[in-house]
């Protein structure tokens, strides 16, 4: 399912205290994850939501 930006945020700091987006070039974490195609982003009740975008039909027939 999704999550928050602010659930991934959290664990950013729990699982890495130093990252900051500003040494990715992006102002904010939700500027960067913008950036990063692998995720699909959702604003649900007026927060941003994401999940990680599933492998195309072809790539999971392929990895069977």
């Known amino acids: 399912g999704r999550v928050s930006l602010g659930q991934v ?17 992006s102002t904010q974490l939700r500027a960067l994850v913008r950036h990063i195609e692998a ?14 975008k599933p492998k195309p039909e072809k790539a999971r027939k392929a990895a069977n």
Do not use: M
Request: charged letters at 25%; a neutral charge; zero cysteines.
């Open 39 to 52: 995720f699909e982003l959702k604003y649900e009740a007026g927060h941003l939501r994401l999940r990680i």
């Open 9 to 25: 945020g959290s664990q950013l700091a729990n699982l890495a205290p130093d990252f900051d987006p500003r040494t990715s070039g």
